[in-house]
């Protein structure tokens, strides 16, 4: 087995967690709205949650703070599989929002952190920018189970959201559907202002520390 392969999670944990959240993606894609993809994509975010831990705890913020949100995701997941039931699965999806924006400032303060910008700390803006993305996305779900109808007259499938988050995230705005009632139309704007801002402070600040550390050799 490649030495390089096994050792990029101790080295680089931010590319491990970014891989992870890419792989969730692509599975789901696979695997769609079923009882079976649910299952699968429940495990792979039990890992994502894991991986998010793994790689926070890293940095300054208080590490108990991580396992207090993300332990009653865990047991709330192992429930539903059991015993399924709308309320338990919006207070889940509520914890997971505030879990992935939590892991998020956590990278984004780690990145911070150093005068120079290190290989890790570029998968850490992947990461960070993949991290922010989801929890919108957990925050799009929660609205829509809160305000039916807030993307539209038919309920939006958690891939169809994710696709949202990303697209408004990045500027993009390839989204077939749009936001409908005012709390989902704040969050898009929110989630919009939070894009711009992360690439203006976060990646342009990541792009001269290594600038800087090319001219410093």
Same mark, same amino acid.
């Given at each position: 087995?490649?030495?390089?392969?096994?050792?990029?999670?101790?080295?680089?944990?931010?590319?491990?967690?970014?891989?992870?959240?890419?792989?969730?993606?692509?599975?789901?894609?696979?695997?769609?709205?079923?009882?079976?993809?649910?299952?699968?994509?429940?495990?792979?975010? #039990?890992?994502?949650?894991? =991986?998010?831990? &793994? !790689? /926070?705890?890293?940095?300054?913020?208080?590490?108990? $703070? %991580?396992?207090?949100?993300?332990?009653?995701?865990?047991?709330?997941?192992?429930?539903?599989?059991?015993?399924?039931?709308?309320?338990?699965?919006?207070?889940?999806?509520?914890?997971?929002?505030?879990?992935?924006?939590?892991?998020?400032?956590?990278?984004?303060?780690?990145?911070?952190?150093?005068?120079?910008?290190?290989?890790?700390?570029?998968?850490?803006?992947?990461?960070?920018?993949?991290? #922010?993305?989801?929890?919108? =996305?957990?925050? &799009? !779900? /929660?609205?829509?189970?809160?305000?039916?109808?807030? $993307? %539209?007259?038919?309920?939006?499938?958690?891939?169809?959201?994710?696709?949202?988050?990303?697209?408004?995230?990045?500027?993009?705005?390839?989204?077939?559907?749009?936001?409908?009632?005012?709390?989902?139309?704040?969050?898009?704007?929110?989630?919009?202002?939070?894009?711009?801002?992360?690439?203006?402070?976060?990646?342009?600040?990541?792009?001269?520390?290594?600038?800087?550390?090319?001219?410093?050799?």
């Amino acid at each position: 087995m490649n030495t390089r392969a096994v050792a990029l999670p101790v080295n680089h944990p931010s590319a491990a967690l970014l891989f992870v959240q890419i792989s969730g993606i692509l599975v789901y894609a696979l695997v769609g709205d079923t009882s079976a993809g649910s299952g699968v994509f429940g495990v792979i975010g #039990l890992l994502v949650l894991a =991986a998010a831990l &793994y !790689v /926070v705890k890293r940095g300054p913020w208080l590490t108990g $703070f %991580g396992f207090a949100l993300a332990l009653p995701v865990i047991v709330l997941s192992i429930w539903l599989v059991f015993d399924p039931d709308p309320r338990r699965t919006v207070i889940m999806n509520t914890l997971e929002a505030v879990f992935y924006f939590y892991a998020a400032a956590g990278l984004i303060a780690y990145m911070l952190e150093d005068e120079f910008a290190s290989v890790d700390e570029m998968f850490a803006a992947a990461a960070t920018f993949t991290l #922010l993305a989801w929890a919108f =996305a957990y925050a &799009y !779900v /929660v609205c829509q189970a809160l305000l039916p109808g807030s $993307f %539209g007259e038919h309920p939006r499938t958690w891939m169809e959201l994710l696709f949202l988050s990303f697209t408004t995230l990045s500027g993009v705005g390839l989204s077939d559907f749009t936001p409908v009632l005012p709390m989902a139309r704040a969050l898009v704007m929110i989630e919009e202002f939070t894009g711009v801002m992360y690439l203006a402070l976060i990646v342009s600040r990541l792009i001269a520390l290594s600038v800087t550390k090319r001219t410093k050799r």
